[in-house]
């Protein structure tokens, strides 16, 4: 006798990394940003720190390391406009990522996008990527008071659903976003970037872990490990 399929709990994905392959643009975005405001050296193992965190949170800590007299709103609205330029121009989804919310989208799972990046940033690139038609519900982490390894953006996105957040799974490629989960309490699945290898550790507290990223995630098999609870 086949166990019985219980119902799959909504779901939550950040997006930069998780659901899209945006890391590349963030980069590119602030190296223009820092190099308008002299600064030459900002490379990729530089941004790597800051994968996970929010852009008013990253561009804060910038701003104090390189000296820039600029307020962070002028860096946040500087930064924001590169990348939306860049994301617009290209921008793709991972493709186990985009079966996997189809085949949510079909089933009819809540689903929802809780980001650090701006809300003008996920609305552009889920409309580049075709996600917005699986995806309108979203948050953003300048919508709440505190962005990620906070709990907020992930409450917020359960409220708009209007589901208990002890019900939802957490996508996630970065440590805060895995401590933002679980602070939210939340079970949280883990697919982490190739430049997070030195936070193994961490990511071993999530309830699931692809511990290869994307080249190991498979909508497949986090369907059946969500279909068994």
């Not at 720190?49 to 000296?67: K, P, S």
């Not at 600029?70 to 991972?94: C, I, Q, R």
């Not at 953003?140 to 208990?164: H, I």
């Amino acid at each position: 006798m086949k166990t019985p399929r219980l119902p799959a709990p909504s779901v939550l994905f950040d997006l930069d990394g998780t659901l899209i392959d945006s890391e590349p643009n963030y980069y590119e975005a602030g190296r223009r940003l820092l190099a308008r405001y002299g600064v030459r050296d900002f490379s990729w193992e530089n941004h790597t720190r800051f994968i996970g965190i929010g852009t008013r949170e990253t561009l804060t800590v910038l701003r104090e390391e390189y000296g820039i007299e600029a307020p962070v709103d002028e860096l946040l609205a500087g930064k924001n406009a590169l990348y939306l330029e860049l994301a617009g121009a290209s921008t793709t989804a991972f493709p186990e990522m985009r079966i996997l919310v189809e085949r949510l989208h079909g089933d009819g799972v809540p689903m929802a996008v809780a980001s650090g990046s701006s809300r003008a940033a996920i609305a552009a690139t889920l409309s580049v990527t075709g996600l917005d038609a699986y995806l309108p519900v979203y948050v953003s982490a300048e919508e709440v008071a505190r962005g990620k390894p906070e709990p907020d953006v992930f409450l917020e996105a359960a409220r708009r659903l209007g589901v208990a957040a002890d019900s939802c799974v957490v996508l996630e490629d970065a440590v805060p976003g895995l401590r933002a989960a679980h602070a939210a309490g939340m079970r949280c699945v883990a697919v982490p970037l190739p430049e997070a290898s030195a936070d193994r550790a961490a990511f071993g507290k999530a309830e699931l872990l692809f511990p290869g990223g994307q080249e190991e995630f498979t909508a497949a098999a986090l369907l059946d490990w969500l279909s068994t609870g």
